[in-house]
Each structure stands twice: as C-alpha cells, then as structure tokens.
C-alpha cells in the first residue's frame, strides 16, 4: 500500500530526477556545476530545460516561473506557459535553456533602497541550479537569484549565496594547511526550527489587527494562560493533528524533510523542525515551509500566524536557526571527532565561530532586526539582544586550560599541545541547554535562536557565514606563514581565544545582572530595530561584507534604507490600525455599554426606589471615565501619527516613530484593555484572547 513517505520529493527535480532523465555526460558536467561552483554550460542547461519540462508537463504542469526572494521578506513568481503557436495554429510546449537560465520579470515595485528609480522596471533572475526546481499546483518553480538591470542583488538570495562562496574559499584555505586535499568545498548547513500560532478562521477574520498587522494589537489576558505549561509537550488536539499530518504530506511531497512537530509552550503555540539541508536549500525550503504552512491551515479552517509576538503576555515565535559546517566529503567540522588531527582542527573552527560573533555582534543583531521581533527579544521565550555565546561547562574548561597553558583537568590530566596529544573526549551534549543563550554550542553545531518566526533566515546565515569566513582569512593568512605549523597553531588558538572571552558566557541571559556585565564587557545591547539597524554601516561592517563580496556598498546602504523604511512602514500600520478598532469599534461598544447600564439602572430605580443600584452606576461611570481616556490617548496616538517619520533620514525617521509611537500605542492599549475586562463580552466588538487562545 503506498504510503506518504512514498511521495517524499514527487514534486521535486531532485537528483534522482536527473539521473533518470539527462544524459550521464549532462549530468556530470550539472553535477560539477552544483557540487564545485564551476560555470554552467549552454548545452548543459538547454538539455536540463528539455528534461525539466518534459518533467513538469507529465506531471500536470502547464507553466513555468521563476521563484525569488525580493526584499519584501516573501517570495515572488511571474507565471509563463509553455505553450508556443506552430506555424499550422496549433500550440507546441516549449522551453529553452535561455528561459531557464535567465528571466526578466518587472522589477518596479519591488523595494530596493534605491537602487533603481520607478521608471527603470528591468530585472533578472538568474537560475541557481544548487537549489532543486519543484512544482506547485500546474506551475514548475525555478529557484533563482534577482538583480537589477545594473547587476545589484536586490533580493536575499543573492548575497547569501556570495557568503557561502566566500566562507567556501577560506575554509579551504585552512583544511589544505592540516594536509587535507581531498575536501574540493565546504559547506555551512542549516536546520530552522519554525515556531507558530493556530487560531480559528472565524475568529480572525473579525480581528482587524491580525489582518492588517499579523498580531493582535489589543486583548486583555484570559484568567489562564501558559501558567500551568500544560500545552508544552502535550497532547496534540484532533483538529491540530489532522493540520500538521496534512502539513507533513505536503511539506514532503517538496522534498522538505519536515521531522518533529510538537505543541510548543504558549497555548496553540506549535513548532516545527526539519532534518539539516545546506544552507542556501535551507532557505528556500523554509520560505516555502512557511507558505505552506499558511495555506494548509486554511483547508483546516485555521489560520496560522507567524508574527513573533501575535499575543502580548504569553510566548512569542522565533526560528531557531542551527548552524554547522561540513565538507562534501561528510566531514562536520564542528564536531571534536577522535584524533589529534580533528582536534585541533575542530578548535581552529570553534574558535573561528567565537571570534567571529565577538567582532560582529552587531551584524548579529541587525540581521534579525524587525518590529516583530523587538516584542519577543528579552521576554521568556527569547534571549535577550545582548549576544553571546554559550559553550557549556566542559568545553569552556578545555579552552581555559588552552588559554593558561595547564593540563585539563579531567579524568587525567593532558597536556594540551595541539595535533600531537588528543584532546579529552566529551560527549556531544554534555550539559543542559541554555534557552536564554542567543548562541549557543549544542555538540556539533551552534544553535542561533534569536531569528524571528516570519523571517528569511537568509540575512542571519550571510552574516554569519561572512564574520566566520574573516576569521578564518585572518587565521589562514598567519598559518600559512608561519615556521612552525602546529606551535603556531597552538599560539593562534590561545590567543583567539584570550582576546574573545568576553563573548561566553554560560548563565541566565535574562538575569538583569548578566545585562549589567555585559555592558562593563564592552558587549552591544542594540534593544531595539532603531537602534541596531544604522550600525550596518559601520566602518568595519562595510568593510567586512565588501571585502568578502557579499555586497557592494552601494548595495549594503541601500539595505539599510530598506530595513529602516520597513520598520517605519510596520509601526505606522499598526499605530493606524489602533486608530481604526478604537474609534469604529472599541469606543461604540464601551459607550453602547454604559448607556445601557444608564438605562438599567433607571429602571430598577423605577421598579425599586430604595435600590442603590451601586453596579450599574458605578461601573457605568468607570467605564465613562475610560471613554474619555480612551479618547484622548486616540487622539495623542493620532498626532504623534501625523508627525511622525519626517525627519529626514531613515535612522532619524525610525528613531522617531520608536519614540513617538510605540510609547502611546502602549498607553492606549492598557486603557482599552482594562475597558474589555469591565465590558459585557456581548458587547465587546471582536473576539478575545481566551477565545482566540482555547477555542481551537
């Protein structure tokens, strides 16, 4: 009987595809342009067009698109047919390797940070044969990269794929100084762990502010929420499983290897994780994890949220990113393994990591700056914006022995000089995770947990892939010169590790003494996306990402425009949809409320003189006291709105509305909410957290 693991990559060019339908010369020059970067033959991709479209056609296929990732934070498509008229008027399918390669979709009015002006609509895609064509509905996907007319990336794909090329050539570097030769690319790899909320359709089509802003912008907690942590790890509810088995068929069905799935800590709070994939497939299969996910849910009557904070006071969604290294020949570089060899070079790649996240902390942070996720940073569920890197117990000891030049004291002692004594063994996981780690070694990978659940895990993986890369330029530069390999080997690893101790640390993040000791270390704490964002361009960010060839300048400044117009954009929507829900919704029901306990209070004075009728009139005049707040703080919202966002330039712009804005939607949210608690639940306008929370 066929089974749903039967269908696992059905909708997929994979490999076994290709093998079956080009031609094994064909397919070994594709091979060799996928696997070592070589440049793609003309003959090579007009035999795979051929092939790929005899492919999607057989399989119900009757377009084609290019799938990109343009700055809107969402993928984009343009959809051609197949079909081509022949000279007798019938229609022929056709598809050329010049239409693989190369699409020119209109690039208008995609953000670009001013890269292009309206009137220059001319973009191009351009096909990444690393990342497997795939099909959804009648339409053959085609991963590609987009630039401008100019040749300026405007999408996330573009840079990511520059930072592995780049972390590529200095790993390299380094393996050929331990001898090794037969390692022809090395690869970062990523498993992206996507938390998300369900709630019921009904409900949310009558929350204006999930609508228009992905969370909800009012809502007074219920008696119960995530206390009594009954949801985490608990029975997954009928109408949830049947969502996440039909999730799981069609995640696999694309070759994405969807593995575990659980309820998460907050109620109809979910998780889910794939099995690890090289980073920029990981990409891709995440972006189309999460649209997936969207429209699944509402097969279900669900609608699945990926906003990072969609409900104030329970845990928010982030995307635990983890992030290996491994070579093509099976090799994970992060992983201690069992000789003197690997040892050291395992320190050499640890220590890599350490400095790079100690350097750019910074570019840490601003990759995973967004309005969203400035409302889950800090709180329980998420480690604070400090970043810092946990090692756990054991290995830190090893490092501090390394520093100070003294036998580990283990088991036995061992005399630590690398690549002649082995290093002590220590098991994978060998201490307990720290969740309020923003960095943390989890035994042969590093776990990023502060990317927000609706981001691309793009821009967090370039970073990274690009601070990792300088350290090992750095490291590579000074070994290769060196007399003598392994004693300077063991100097380069003390001292990389003497001058980045700083950036461990092993305890609470959310201890408000760590924050403390963080500042006296010197650490960033970018709080918010206004205060992160403009040190993009920082001299030595600029420096890095334009010395590696992630990005230009001019395409880095105009990143940081994008981001900052972005934030700006967010926050004003949300501050205008507050205006909305208060004045059409909420104060019609808070003063319908108290002029019908007005009223009732009339009449029980009517029919009981000597009733004090105490309810009725005092919360009437509670709630006639909250109107008026309500008001005014609309108003103050209002014209804080309007003079909002003109200062200029973009960090000033941003800076501006963080200031302006958050602190009175704050104010008018508190006066609301305490409205809903005093308010008849039949009166009030939309439905409430313990409905939107408990009633899936």
């Not at 091979?31 to 033959?41: A, C, V």
């Not at 002006?117 to 895609?125: D, I, L, N, Q």
């Not at 990523?190 to 802003?213: H, N, P, S, W």
């Not at 005014?632 to 919202?637: H, M, N, S, V």
């Amino acid at each position: 009987m066929a089974h749903d693991f039967d269908s696992f990559g059905s909708l997929v060019f994979d490999d076994r595809v290709m093998k079956a339908t080009l031609s094994a010369k064909v397919y070994q020059k594709l091979r060799k342009t996928i696997d070592e970067g070589s440049r793609l033959d003309p003959v090579v991709a007009e035999a795979v067009a051929a092939a790929m479209k005899t492919w999607a056609i057989e399989h119900g296929a009757t377009h084609f698109t290019h799938w990109f990732q343009p700055l809107t934070g969402i993928t984009a498509e343009k959809h051609d047919s197949f079909i081509s008229p022949a000279s007798d008027g019938r229609i022929i399918p056709e598809f050329s390797g010049k239409e693989l390669i190369r699409g020119e979709p209109d690039a208008s009015s995609f953000p670009s940070g001013g890269l292009r002006a309206t009137f220059e609509a001319r973009g191009y895609t351009a096909w990444d044969p690393t990342s497997y064509a795939f099909l959804k509905g009648k339409t053959l996907c085609i991963p590609t990269a987009f630039c401008s007319y100019g040749g300026q990336a405007l999408d996330k794909k573009t840079p990511l794929l520059r930072s592995m090329e780049a972390f590529n050539r200095q790993a390299l570097r380094v393996l050929r100084l331990f001898g090794n030769t037969e390692v022809k690319r090395v690869r970062t790899c990523v498993g992206a762990e996507q938390e998300y909320f369900l709630v019921d359709k009904g409900l949310y089509d009558r929350r204006k502010d999930l609508i228009f802003t992905g969370r909800t912008l009012f809502g007074a907690m219920p008696p119960k929420g995530q206390e009594m942590d009954d949801h985490y790890f608990g029975s997954i509810k009928p109408r949830i499983a049947a969502y996440m088995e039909d999730l799981n068929r069609e995640l696999w069905k694309l070759g994405i290897p969807a593995k575990i799935e659980h309820n998460e800590v907050a109620p109809a709070q979910h998780e889910l994780a794939p099995v690890y994939t090289t980073t920029n497939l990981a990409t891709d299969q995440n972006q189309l994890t999460m649209e997936i996910m969207q429209k699944t849910a509402l097969r279900h009557g669900l609608v699945c949220l990926l906003h990072e904070k969609p409900f104030a006071g329970v845990n928010g969604s982030g995307k635990h990113n983890n992030w290996s290294i491994a070579t093509d020949t099976g090799l994970n570089l992060l992983s201690p393994g069992d000789t003197p060899y690997e040892n050291a070079q395992f320190l050499l790649f640890l220590c890599a990591v350490i400095q790079a996240v100690d350097d750019y902390q910074d570019l840490l942070r601003i990759s995973v700056a967004t309005a969203g996720n400035d409302h889950r940073l800090g709180a329980n569920e998420a480690p604070p914006a400090v970043v810092s890197v946990f090692l756990g117990d054991e290995l830190t000891a090893i490092l501090d022995a390394i520093v100070e030049d003294r036998p580990y004291e283990a088991a036995k002692s061992t005399t630590l000089k690398l690549g002649v004594d082995a290093l002590p063994r220590f098991a994978r996981d060998n201490t307990d995770r720290n969740r309020t780690s923003p960095f943390a070694f989890t035994g042969n990978k590093f776990e990023f947990r502060m990317v927000g659940s609706s981001d691309s895990i793009a821009c967090a993986n370039l970073m990274l892939n690009a601070a990792v890369a300088e350290s090992l330029r750095q490291y590579a530069d000074a070994l290769e010169q060196a007399e003598d390999f392994e004693t300077a080997l063991h100097a380069l690893i003390r001292d990389s590790f003497r001058a980045h101790r700083r950036i461990l640390f092993n305890g609470n993040g959310y201890d408000e003494a760590w924050l403390q000791e963080a500042e006296k270390r010197g650490l960033c704490n970018y709080r918010t996306t206004a205060d992160a964002l403009p040190h993009l361009l920082d001299e030595k960010n600029v420096a890095l990402l334009t010395k590696h060839r992630v990005y230009s300048e001019t395409e880095l400044r105009a990143r940081c425009e994008t981001l900052l117009d972005n934030y700006c954009k967010t926050v004003r929507i949300e501050a205008k949809t507050m205006l909305w829900m208060t004045r059409r919704q909420i104060l019609p029901a808070i003063s319908g409320f108290a002029a019908e306990l007005s009223e009732r209070a009339v009449k029980r004075k009517a029919l009981l003189p000597e009733a004090g009728c105490v309810y009725e009139s005092s919360l009437a005049a509670e709630l006639s006291s909250l109107i008026d707040e309500i008001h005014r703080k609309a108003a103050e919202l209002e014209d804080a709105l309007l003079h909002s966002g003109s200062a200029g330039t973009g960090a000033e712009d941003a800076a501006g509305i963080r200031d302006a804005l958050l602190p009175r939607m704050q104010s008018l949210r508190i006066a609301c909410d305490e409205a809903e608690t005093k308010t008849d639940a039949r009166a009030w306008p939309f439905p409430s957290y313990a409905e939107l929370l408990f009633s899936v």
